[in-house]
């Protein structure tokens, strides 16, 4: 049996970070859906008391703002924190065409894993910054939509300023499509990215899926 050494991987913040974004992505996606195409309704009532719509746009805005917020302090993170120095020394991986090079033999198992420098392959670290951008899009363009809905607190203030973006953006229904395109874009990421980390942990042997949720990996030691 090899023994291996255990290695402090992912900060609290990142793990966090990580398994918030999941949570509120599934929220998102599941409510988006709904405002998109109202999938169910209630029996009819002459009552006011329904409101279903406005309870699913809601849980769609509440975790819009969580979203917002994971994403902010995650990008924080990653610009200056300690710890997620290991994030930003996998650029020196991105730049080096070796890497690139051994890194798509590994995946189509013709060769070994390439030492990486830091903690995400160069094809991870483009389909992380891939993502990072869709973030900040659907992030935005949910924020124009938002000044719609509410007029006060934080809409108000954000008013003016999200009112500009629209315009730059084409108007109002160029936003939900660039918030819907951006869905599908984050949509296709996330099977994609499952599969990777499963491919990585069976094939690493090195606990790469238990890291994100105890912050430690198991590495083989040096030959
Ligand atoms: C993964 C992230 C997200 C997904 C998958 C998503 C998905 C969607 C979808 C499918 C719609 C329906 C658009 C339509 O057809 O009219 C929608 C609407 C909307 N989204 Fe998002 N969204 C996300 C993030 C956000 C964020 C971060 C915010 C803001 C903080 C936000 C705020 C809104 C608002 C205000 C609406 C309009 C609701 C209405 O009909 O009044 N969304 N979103």
Redo the contacts with the bound molecule.
Sequence with gaps: MIKRKIKFEFSAGLRWTHWLRAL??FV??V???Y???VFVAPATSDEPVLFL?AKF?LW??I???L??SVTLFKTYLFLVDSVSIKERIAFMDFVNPKIWFQQIRYYLFLGEHPKLRGVYNPIQFIAYVGLYVM?FV??I???V??V??FHDGLGGLLYDYMRSLEVLMGGLAMV?EI??I??WG??IFVPLHIYMTIFNSIMGREGSIDSIISGYKFEKPEH
């Design positions: 509120s992505v998102l996606t409510t988006g859906f405002l998109a195409y719509n746009r769609h805005e975790a819009g703002f979203l917002v973030m659907i992030c363009t949910g924020l939509l938002y719609h809905n939900r918030h819907h951006s869905m984050i949509l």
